[in-house]
Structure formats: C-alpha cells, structure tokens
C-alpha cells in the first residue's frame, strides 16, 4: 500500500508522501498485481510494491513494499513527457506525449513487446518496426500478462500472452510484438474508442463508435492578384484527426486540389484554414471549395468562386518585326521571335488590360497600346521585357520576348556548337550565308540551327532548299554538305558531310555490278537512280541495303561499312 508499513488496512490509508513524494502532486495512479505506479505534475514517476521481475522499473530487483521509490528516467524516457501510465501482473507502461511508448518488468510472455522474452529493470521501447510503423499511441491497458493499446487511427493492438485469445486477433498464439485486433465486428465508420485489461485478466473489451463527420464551411478568397489569390475556409474537426485541402479548378469540377494549412487539425473547436494559389491566369474565374477527411467521413464545402485580376496584365503583344512564338495568351508571359540579320531594331506595342495600370518596355514608361521606340537589336538573343504595374502599385506583372537576330553570316568554329539557338524558328522569309573557320574532319556534321522549341522549324530558308547543296571553304579547300531540316535531334537544321562513293566487301550482293563475293572493299556503283545523288547514310540487311540520298554529288571518299548489299 505504500504506507511505510506492512499491514493490510480494511479502510483508506494515506500514501507515504515524505520520501520521493514529498512536496509532489500526484496526477494519475495505476495498480498493477503485486505494485503501483503514481505519475507527478513535474513529470516523474514513482512505484512501489514487489520488483523481483523489475516492475518498478527502477534498475533493480528489490521490492519496495513500503514506501515508494523513482522510475529511472536516465534511458529512454529522459527528456520525455508521460501522458498516461498502466500497470499488469509483473510489468508497467509509460505513454509519452510524442506516442512512443515505454515498457518494463516481466516478460516471459513478452508482455514488453519488445520482441524478447528477457525481463527488463529499466524502460525500454516497445517494438515499433511492426504494425506500428507509421502510427501514433494514444491509450495503453496493459493486462495479466500483456497489453492493449489505442491507436490514433482507431486501432487497436495488443500483445503478450494470448491463451486464451486475449489478444483478439483471431489466434491463440502469443505474441512479443504488437498484432493487430481483428475489427470486423466494426460496422460503418466505427472505430475503437476505448481499450480495457485488467492486471489479473485474461480478456480485453472495447467500446465502439461511429465518429461524427467534420463540418466545414467554405470561405470568401483573400488576396486577388493577378496571378494568385488565397482560399479560405473553416472547419470542426468534431474530436477526429481531420485533414483538409481545397479543391479548385476554371469549373466546377476542378481538378486539381491543394493542401490546406493547418492540416490536420484536432478537437472541437472551429479552425481558419487557407491554401495560396500561383501561377494563376489574369481575368481567370475559379471554382473552389474545402473538402476535410476524417475517421467521421470526408465532407465538403459549398462551392464558391473568385476571379483573378486584370489590373496588372497585358491584353495584347506586338511587335514590328518577326512573329511573336506563341501567339499571345493571357496565360503566357514568355515569348520569343526571330529577325533577320538586317533588322537593326523593332518596335513593340503593349496593351494594359486595365486602362489605369502603366506598361514599361525595358525600363522606359509608355502609353498602353502604342508603339513603342525602337529598340536596338543586337546578333544573337536580345531580350525586351515589359513591366505593367497597377494603380496600386502593388500589383505587377512581368512579360519578357526574346527576339533573336539572325546573324550575317552562320558561322562554324567547331564541329559541336550549333551556329545559332533558338525556339520555333519561322525560316521562311530569311536568308543565311555561312563561314567555316576550322578543318572539319571527314564525317563532320554541323548544326547551323538549334531549334530548342517543341515543333519543327517552320519553312526554309528563302536561299537554302531542303537537301540542297552546300560547300563550305576553309582553308582554300572546298567541303561539300547537304542541308537536312530534321537533323539532329530531329528539328534542326543540320548540314551533313555528304559522298557518292561507297564500298562494300564480304557475301555477294555488294553492289559492284556483279553477284562475286569479295574479301576486300570493293566500289558500289552509283548509277542508274542514284546517278547524281549524294549518299550521306547506309543501312544494311540480310541480303541488300539502304542509302539516304540527296540531289546532288560530290568526290572526296568516305568510307561506309555495309555486310551484305
């Protein structure tokens, strides 16, 4: 009893307090078979009673059948918080705030769950690598020889000995680590509410409930820009771990869903949530409403809408010179074009969508909707951006165009830089010289055209046709090319090393105008229809090849090998 004497007393007797106890106030209590447990308002712990297998848990094995003694806090549960505490036959529990539960005493039956059977004087961890992983204490009942646990899902989990079935997972089997309870009994949306054991019983009991769904309501949008705004809403967990997001979209079937925060939320009271959306389009109309998830069911709000700005954007883009990729869209805000190599400058008209916002084109103010001054342009990318700022003054938005001027001449310093890059050239229009300043080695492809956009470039070049011709001169010697628009990685333009001699060796079929094998490279004849034609590919197969031609010849040899022809 703890009364700093022996005697059994058939009345209530005060628990010795001017030891461990004194000054101390004393929060929760549990009884377990042969000892007690009381948890203090600073957070330690004391027990008294029998310890031979430790279940005082204070790194001994003798009992303090008197008065009460410390639960060492050095180990595992230093620097915790205990919420709830539980005796058994020959074993305790500590609940810690952060749900990590702690076990000590007898074990023969692991009754600790810590996958053992070894007695422990000290706490220790329950086993969590299990159907724990992942899931969160919230009650311990710990019986004769085991345990029952309440999870925050509305679990249960138990374990220890299980003669009798105690551990309510369809066996008879024990079990040194937690198992789940069978819960086909639950009908609906119940869930475990409550766990019991007793410390001498071979049983276990629960109660059962359906959780009241979460209530939510959903709130006006805050914070309207051109491109964002904030969604809000309310809601009640109604005692359920809830979740919450926002689902939103340009209709009322939206779509897409973004969390909300806080998420989750917890207890009776009614929590504020929002969510903020970017990236949004200027004058868009969204649908949006808050949906919350709990054990309760998933409830959602009525739907609610919001429009975003036009205070800060553009209604149109042009420009005076080239062809604006992509065409303009209130949902873009990059841009590009190209321009020959004798455009020297262009011109760009910008319309505010709201006639008080003001537009500057590279830092400079003008009129919304006239044409701007023109802007040099040098070779290469020149990038024009446009800023418009509403009346405010707090709302912007900025629109870039990356206008690329062709240069004089395509030049070649090296065999892997493409000339020039740019996004969904329009080629038509434009002309092109080239230059070659190294020795390109036989083989040599090069890209006069990275096209970095998603189509093809768009025509050819007025004085370049598809498979034309090209010599290149470097060093008083003269390289032929052909021009292939859907080179490289398929919507480049390419000028590939071109020849009309091929040789061929081994089986028949090679092509020389005769059906002898020949050990030894031997010259495929180009004539009839290829006579005329520049071979710049070969492909072989089990009895004859393939060649991709241009329209037109050259002389210096490459070599190609090919199996059988």
Known sequence: LGTSGTTA???????????????????????????????????????????????????????????????????VLAGKTITAISAGGGHSFALCADGALAAWGYNSNGELGNNTATNSYAPGWIDRSGVLAGKTLVAIAASNAGALARCADGSLVAWGDNANGQLGDGTTRDSGVPVVVNASELRGTERFVNGVAGSTATHCMALMTSPPPPTVTSLAATGILDTGATLNGSVNANGSTTDVSFEYGLTSTYGATVAASPSPVDGAATTVASAT?????????????????????????????????????LSGLELGGGVLTPAFSSVNSSYGAVVSSGTNSITVTASAAAATATVTINGVAVVSGTVSDPINLAEGDNVITIDITAADGINRQTYSVTVTRLPQAFTFNS????????????????????????????GTNLTVVNNTGLGMIRGTFDNLAQGQKVNLTYAGVTFPFVANYFGGTGNDLVLQWANTRLLAWGHSYLGNSNTAQSSVPVDVVISGVLAGKAVTAAAMGLRGATTNTASWAMATPQTVRCRYW
Do not use: E, Q
């Open 277 to 313: 959306l970017t990236g949004l389009p200027p004058g868009a109309t969204y649908h949006y409403r808050i949906i919350a998830n709990s054990l309760g069911g998933t409830v959602r709000g009525a739907d609610m809408t919001f429009t975003t700005s036009t205070f800060a954007s």
């Open 9 to 75: 007393s058939k009345v209530p007797a005060a628990v010795y307090t001017a030891g461990v106890l004194s000054g101390k106030t004393v929060t929760a209590i549990a009884s377990g078979a042969a000892h007690n447990l009381a948890l203090c308002s600073d957070g330690n712990l004391a027990a008294w009673g029998a310890n031979y297998t430790g279940r005082l848990g204070d790194n001994t094995s003798s009992d303090s059948s008197t008065v009460p003694v410390w639960v060492t806090r050095t180990g």
């Open 415 to 442: 065999a892997t830089v493409a000339a020039v890059t740019v996004r969904d050239l329009l080629a038509t229009g434009n002309t092109m010289t080239f230059a070659l300043n190294f020795y390109p080695p036989p």
